[in-house]
C-alpha cells in the first residue's frame, strides 16, 4: 500500500491530478477542505465557525483538522491521496507518527509561482463537491456553467475570490517551510514543477508509482 501527500498553494494542481489518479489507479481521495466544507453546509454552531475562518482563507485549528482527518480515513485498507493536508509542521508530524504508522508514502511538492495560482484560482469552477473542477481559460466546460460528467450546475468557491487568494497565498507560504523540511528531513519529498500542463505533471507523479 502506498500513499501520497501532496502539497501546494491553492490552484496548484492537487485537486485536478488527484482526479486522475483515482480513475487509473482507484486512490481513495481524501481532501481536509472538502471534509471541512461537508462540515459547514450542516450549519452547525462548529459548522458557522469554521465558516468565518475558511472565508477569511485562514488555518482552522490542528486539532479539529486532526480529529476530522482521523474520523474519515481508514490506512490500513486503502491507499489514499492526502490533499490540503498537511498544512502546518504539526499536522506533518501527526500524519507521519499517529496516522501513517509503517506505511510507505511520498510527499509530493507542487511547486507554483503565485501570480499564476491568483488567475487559475479566480476562474476555476467546481462541482459542489469539488470532484470536478474547470477553469475558464485552459479547460472550460463544454457547456457554459454546467459539469461536462454530472450535469449539474458548476460554482465559484468563496475563497476564490481575488483578496481571499491573495491571503491564502500568503498562509501558505508563512507555513510551508517546516512542512517540506519534515519531508526532506525523512528524504521523501518529490517537488514537481506544477506550472506543466496537466499531463506533463501527471506523467512525473505517474513514475512515481
Ligand atoms: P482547500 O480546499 O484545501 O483549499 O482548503 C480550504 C480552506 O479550508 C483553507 O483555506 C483552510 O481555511 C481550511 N483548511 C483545509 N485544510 C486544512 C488543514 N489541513 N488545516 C487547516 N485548515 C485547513
Redesign the pocket.
Known amino acids: 500500500m502506498i500513499h501520497l501527500v501532496l502539497i501546494g498553494l491553492?490552484g496548484s494542481g492537487k485537486g485536478s491530478q488527484a482526479t486522475k489518479l483515482i480513475d487509473e489507479y482507484g486512490f481513495n481521495h481524501v481532501?481536509?477542505?472538502?471534509l471541512?466544507?461537508e462540515e459547514v453546509a450542516k450549519a452547525s454552531e462548529l459548522g458557522n465557525e469554521i465558516k468565518s475562518?475558511?472565508d477569511s482563507?485562514?488555518?482552522?485549528?490542528?486539532d479539529l483538522?486532526i480529529k476530522l482527518l482521523k474520523a474519515n480515513i481508514n490506512v490500513d485498507s486503502s491507499s489514499y491521496i492526502f490533499?490540503?493536508?498537511?498544512?502546518?509542521g504539526l499536522?506533518a508530524q501527526t500524519l507521519d507518527e499517529q496516522i501513517l504508522v509503517d506505511q510507505k508514502y511520498y510527499a509530493v511538492y507542487f511547486e507554483l509561482d503565485p501570480e499564476i495560482v491568483i488567475s487559475r484560482l479566480s476562474s476555476r469552477r467546481m462541482t459542489k463537491d469539488?470532484k470536478y473542477i474547470y477553469n475558464l481559460q485552459t479547460n472550460p466546460p463544454k457547456k457554459d456553467g454546467i459539469c461536462d460528467v454530472t450535469g449539474e450546475e458548476l460554482i465559484q468557491r468563496k475563497?476564490d475570490q481575488e483578496d481571499v487568494i491573495k491571503n491564502?497565498i500568503s498562509?501558505f507560504f508563512e507555513t510551508v517551510d517546516p512542512i517540506l523540511e519534515f519531508y526532506r528531513t525523512k528524504n521523501n519529498l518529490i517537488t514537481l514543477d506544477a506550472s506543466k500542463n496537466l499531463e506533463d505533471v501527471y506523467a512525473e507523479i505517474r513514475k512515481l508509482l
Not at 481532501?31 to 472538502?34: D, L
Not at 482563507?57 to 490542528?62: A, R
Open positions: 491553492p481532501s481536509t477542505g472538502n471541512l466544507r475562518v475558511m482563507g485562514n488555518l482552522v485549528s490542528d483538522v490533499d490540503g493536508f498537511p498544512r502546518t499536522q469539488g475563497d491564502r498562509v
